[in-house]
């Protein structure tokens, strides 16, 4: 099944919220013939413009290859959150890859927030950008756990942008009677995905970058200079970047071994007008801590997206708007008939241990993808650190390349069954509150 038709219209972006409110970027021509370039990147998510763009702006001639539209997949789709950290908490981190290559990577997490913020000032992005992401949990041992975690960061990394949040100061951030307290982090932040995506590739093209849309690569043979081959061209290349994500499909069976696409749905109500702050009383995001997390903002209109619920195979169910309501429904039950006006649905990837998969593929190919639902921030670091590498400075690329990549067991053709069945086991833990 190829992901990239299985759900969408071809280069079309799907009917969200987002798409209604994007800030329009005029649609470039597909690659016909042959073209040569220092650096061709394979997908136009934040991973693939954020190399393109750092790389442009170091000089080289970059030609960006994208099957539908910049910011299609995940990066146009996802909740909008620039979350802190890895997506593996630090303890577990220190523990994989001892504490050396976990401060490492706790400073490559804050390096990813001031980079994507530092991206949307210097280039003029507007995209919403706003501070706070609070994180809840539903009883009392979980929300002792998040302090605990809090104050971990506070003492070992001298992380101090958190507040944490007892049951009552956690009812007054967010009135839902679900949740028991968490913390506050105003060092993260939120912002409307597709326009950030758009940002990006309007500054790549001023810097330079060579931009074909409804360019789907076919093939990639390495070589002295590898060739990417497209239906009605091809690029000849010294390096190549594959930042495809959840729509990588079969063009490299390594980084398929080891990252899995999921799909993952969101929904806008109506504008709620002073129903608002009995959502949320600061324009904060929010994210709890069931395993088929639920994760939630207000927009600027003042609606609610939210997103949550389980689907399992492929294919996008055709309700996804009653698929959401659900879990919707169960942490704010006065919006249970609230009308909801946009509901979607994208695919992301994941990997086993849920932090990213960067590896060296070829002499001349670099990957990174894999980001398991914190793709703002490490998406756009990754492109970044690529483009590093591909100058001679490994050191990023490296630490994150080091960290130790499961592949899933029974390959592609046993792994979307398991998945199936360890997902339903965690949703029943959510469901029963274990």
């Not at 523990?95 to 990813?112: I, N, S, Y």
């Not at 993952?264 to 600061?282: C, H, M, Q, W, Y």
Request: charged fraction near 20%; hydrophobic fraction near 40%.
């Amino acid at each position: 099944m190829n992901l990239l038709y299985s759900n969408d219209r071809p280069g079309a972006f799907p009917p969200s919220w987002y798409a209604a409110t994007a800030h329009s970027l005029e649609v470039t021509q597909p690659l016909q013939g042959t073209v040569r370039a220092d650096v061709c990147v394979v997908g136009g998510g934040y991973t693939g413009l954020s190399a393109a763009l750092h790389l442009a702006e170091a000089g080289y001639d970059v030609v960006l290859l994208e099957a539908h539209r910049v910011g299609f997949g995940a990066s146009g789709r996802n909740g909008g959150q620039l979350g802190s950290a890895q997506r593996l908490d630090q303890e577990d981190l220190e523990q994989l890859v001892g504490t050396g290559d976990a401060a490492k990577l706790w400073d490559m997490a804050e390096d990813a927030k001031d980079l994507v913020k530092g991206l949307i000032s210097r280039h003029k992005i507007d995209c919403d950008l706003k501070p706070g992401v609070a994180t809840l949990g539903f009883s009392d041992a979980e929300r002792a756990d998040l302090h605990g975690h809090a104050d971990h960061l506070a003492k070992t990394y001298g992380y101090d942008q958190i507040s944490l949040l007892d049951k009552a100061a956690g009812h007054d951030l967010c009135p839902s009677p679900a949740y028991a307290g968490g913390y506050l982090d105003m060092g993260a932040a939120h912002l409307h995905p597709l326009n950030y995506a758009l940002g990006l590739a309007r500054a790549a093209v001023r810097a330079g970058v060579r931009l074909h849309e409804g360019t789907e690569v076919l093939a990639i043979e390495d070589g002295a200079r590898t060739t990417i081959r497209t239906a009605n061209g091809q690029v000849s290349a010294d390096h190549v970047i594959l930042a495809c994500n959840g729509y990588l499909g079969g063009l490299n069976r390594q980084v398929a071994a080891r990252v899995m696409p999921i799909n993952n749905f969101i929904a806008a109500t109506e504008p709620l007008g002073d129903e608002t702050r009995r959502v949320l009383s600061k324009d904060v995001a929010v994210a709890d801590t069931k395993f088929v997390v639920n994760y939630f903002r207000l927009s600027a209109d003042g609606r609610l997206l939210f997103g949550g619920g389980e689907s399992y195979g492929y294919r996008f169910p055709a309700d996804i708007a009653g698929l959401v309501r659900k879990p919707m429904s169960a942490i704010f039950p006065h919006l249970g008939d609230v009308r909801i006006d946009y509901a979607w649905g994208g695919t992301l990837a994941i990997t086993m241990r849920r932090m990213p998969y960067l590896a060296r593929l070829g002499r001349n190919v670099l990957s990174a993808s894999g980001y398991s639902g914190h793709g703002v921030g490490t998406a756009t670091h990754a492109g970044q650190l690529m483009a590093l590498a591909i100058q001679g400075q490994n050191d990023g690329f490296d630490t994150l390349a080091r960290v130790p990549a499961q592949r899933f067991p029974g390959g592609p053709a046993l792994r979307n069954p398991l998945l199936v069945l360890a997902m339903t086991w965690y949703a029943m833990r959510d469901r029963l509150g274990l």
